[in-house]
């Protein structure tokens, strides 16, 4: 016994002792090429409807202590919606995410990007599909990572995801920074949400115009450490919150730390030697992200009842929160909803363990976002997206 405690402090010296955080940051400081978005009003008063008494419930329920003058509300910034996927999900996303995308989402705002393998004849037959039939979005093939040892499938043993393909889908998500190179900020989607709320910059940043990311305490994924060789102490995929919005750079910047940290030039063989056992991307990223870019992003622990963000979407969402969101933004009169969760349904906590959160004040605000946001779109767009809506049971 005593070996094997032996044994497992030389494993954890040899960790310390590699490349670590403190290590990257004397090595490239903290990233200094974030740009304030560009403003329709340099603040809270110059947005039509938001009267000073919503202010004043802004500052209460969110951003006590801070100054509100700081946030912007962006009429013009593209923020591409990405969702990588392969042709079995084909029904899923055409009957969940896309359709439920056609109610909630500005595509000229937030365009959304389907990746497909490239060397799947079926892929590129479901992704001719959903041209043809879903105009709003665009698709790109993927070509397979130059090693594809890499996806050996064994991290999640005796699960759905034990598979090569899930593997290529983590693998893929570390590098979607290289198809928007227009755009500075990304949301990833899963394949299986729903939208059930209509998404806004309002949801993505905090009033500093930080991306705001939700956490709750916790570690789930054991190699997330190993990867990153820091102390992982939050999850960040439990909050079950969607989209999840990373700015581009922090994807280029991840896959140099953690190329480093296993002293190699390829981000990809270092993945390699992590993706064997349990691992969420997302948690690297965002670890990395909180450690290093701490000035780009804000975590909002769910252990605070006032650290809320709004969520518009989330995994397996049920029809009845596409129907209450419909009746919450389009003021449509859903008879199958239950009018208790009518304007909570936004603040969705967690599939798993659903919460209710009733926080009228967050929602009034978010509310007045939505309603600036559409004032840009032409009637006719108006039209069609409630047109979309009115298509949902009822």
């Given at each position: 016994m005593s070996l094997f405690f032996v044994a497992i402090s030389l494993v954890f010296f040899i960790r310390t002792g590699l490349y670590n955080i403190n290590d990257h940051i004397k090595q490239y400081g903290q990233p200094q090429n974030w740009v304030r978005p560009t403003a329709v009003g340099d603040n809270f008063q110059n947005i039509k409807g938001l009267t000073s008494k919503k202010i004043s419930l802004l500052?209460?329920?969110?951003?006590?202590?801070?100054?509100?003058?700081?946030?912007?509300?962006?009429?013009?910034?593209?923020?591409?919606?990405?969702?990588?996927?392969?042709h079995r999900d084909k029904k899923k996303l055409e009957n969940g995410l896309l359709t439920s995308y056609k109610i909630f989402i500005n595509p000229k705002k937030y365009p959304l990007t389907v990746?497909?393998?490239?060397?799947?004849?079926?892929?590129?037959?479901?992704?001719?599909?959903?041209?043809?039939?879903?105009?709003?979005?665009s698709v790109i093939y993927e070509n397979p990572p130059n090693d594809t040892s890499i996806l050996h499938g064994t991290a999640f043993?005796?699960?759905k995801y034990a598979r090569p393909g899930y593997d290529r889908q983590q693998w893929s998500t570390f590098y979607f920074d290289r198809y928007f190179?227009?755009?500075?900020?990304?949301?990833?989607?899963?394949?299986?949400?729903?939208?059930?709320?209509?998404?806004t910059d309002f949801c993505i940043f905090n009033q500093k115009g930080q991306i705001k990311v939700p956490a709750v305490?916790?570690?789930?994924?054991?190699?997330?450490?190993?990867?990153?060789?820091m102390k992982t102490e939050l999850e960040y995929m439990y909050p079950n919150r969607m989209p999840m919005f990373f700015w581009k750079n922090t994807f280029i910047n991840v896959r140099r730390y953690i190329s480093n940290v296993f002293e190699t030039t390829s981000f990809d063989r270092a993945l390699k030697k992590f993706s064997v056992k349990r691992y969420s991307q997302f948690n690297i990223i965002y670890t990395y992200a909180k450690a290093v870019e701490s000035?780009?992003?804000?975590?909002?622990?769910?252990?605070?009842?006032?650290s809320f963000k709004i969520s518009v979407a989330a995994n397996q969402a049920k029809d009845f929160e596409v129907q209450a969101g419909c009746s919450l933004i389009h003021s449509m009169n859903c008879k199958s909803v239950n009018h208790k969760f009518m304007n909570t349904v936004v603040l969705r906590y967690d599939y798993k363990t659903t919460r209710w959160l009733d926080n009228g004040d967050l929602l009034d605000i978010y509310l007045e976002s939505v309603r600036t946001d559409m004032s840009y779109l032409p009637y006719s767009k108006r039209v069609q997206i409630k047109n979309a809506c009115a298509k949902?049971?009822?």
């Open positions: 500052y209460k329920t969110l951003y006590a202590g801070n100054n509100l003058t700081n946030h912007t509300i962006t009429a013009s910034r593209k923020v591409p919606l990405v969702v990588r996927s392969y990746i497909l393998d490239n060397a799947s004849q079926k892929d590129h037959e479901m992704g001719d599909d959903l041209v043809k039939n879903f105009e709003e979005i043993p005796k699960t190179p227009d755009s500075d900020i990304i949301g990833v989607i899963d394949s299986d949400i729903q939208f059930f709320g209509y998404l305490p916790g570690h789930f994924y054991g190699n997330d450490q190993y990867a990153t060789n000035n780009l992003y804000e975590v909002v622990v769910f252990d605070n009842p006032l949902r049971k009822h």
